[in-house]
């Protein structure tokens, strides 16, 4: 929105399903989110916040034909590539990786090309690991402009220093299960045993799959 309408940039703007009061919140803007206004709030909860948000109806023609031009960026480096949301995909480099593929640099070249051939204002955060999840949460390490990459170098150093809830799959549920457990933070999640976390804290076989996937496997 911001991009297609150039006097709504450095602003707080929100996309709203409706733009009446308790319409729901779909997207807020870096600026709106820097605020406090938040994904699923309501339109009046915006404006208590901050009374002078802008707030824009959904456009689903423009956002579909961004996505159209992001998927087809991203077919150019390799054939697998997997939609998760309008605004999300997974780049699957696996049957084309070789010793010479340079991942940071292809990283760093869809961005630049994001904004040359889509806009100048659309900002991508890239996250590069051994398996979607892992690539999911280096994507959030540095928002809204991000490159990081984590791999068996810096993954300890990476779990010390986020949430357990920043760990995608893990909410405030899961929280406490893992918390009555003995595990208070990801980097007591990462160095638990796959037994301990089968049989006494899963107590099934998500335990299995989750050993596996704190250490790059990709089992999703």
Same mark, same amino acid.
């Given at each position: ?31 709106? &989110?820097?605020?406090? $206004? ?9 404006? #208590? +916040?901050? @009374? ?11 956002? #579909?034909?961004?996505? @159209?031009?992001?998927?087809? +960026? ?21 049957? +084309? ?7 940071? !640099?292809?990283?760093?070249? $869809? ?5 040359? =051939?889509?806009?100048?204002?659309? %900002? ?15 994507? @959030? ?28 799959? +893990?909410? !405030? ?19 638990? &045993? =796959?037994?301990?976390? #089968?049989?006494?804290?899963?107590? %099934? ?9 704190? #250490?790059?496997? =990709?089992?999703?």
């Amino acid at each position: 929105e911001q991009q297609a309408y150039p006097h709504l940039r450095g602003k707080p703007v929100v996309i709203a399903a409706y733009k009446t009061d308790s319409g729901c919140i779909l997207s807020p803007s870096i600026e709106a &989110k820097k605020l406090g $206004i938040k994904t699923g709030m309501r339109v009046f909860e915006a404006r #208590r +916040i901050y @009374s002078n948000v802008i707030v824009r109806d959904t456009d689903p023609g423009m956002v #579909r034909d961004v996505n @159209s031009k992001l998927m087809q +960026i991203f077919q150019d480096y390799s054939p697998c590539v997997i939609p998760k949301s309008i605004d999300e995909a997974i780049i699957d480099f696996s049957p +084309i990786f070789s010793k010479t593929t340079d991942l940071i !640099t292809i990283g760093k070249e $869809i961005k630049n090309r994001i904004r040359k =051939e889509i806009g100048e204002w659309i %900002s991508c955060n890239v996250g590069i690991a051994t398996n979607r999840f892992l690539a999911k949460l280096a994507s @959030s390490l540095h928002k809204p402009d991000g490159l990081d990459l984590i791999d068996y170098k810096n993954l300890r150093h990476v779990y010390s220093l986020i949430r357990l809830t920043d760990l995608n799959g +893990i909410n !405030t549920r899961f929280e406490l299960r893992l918390n009555m457990n003995g595990i208070n933070n990801p980097l007591d999640f990462f160095l638990a &045993k =796959e037994n301990f976390l #089968r049989k006494n804290v899963f107590q %099934s076989i998500t335990g299995y799959y989750w050993y596996l996937r704190l #250490r790059g496997w =990709e089992i999703d």
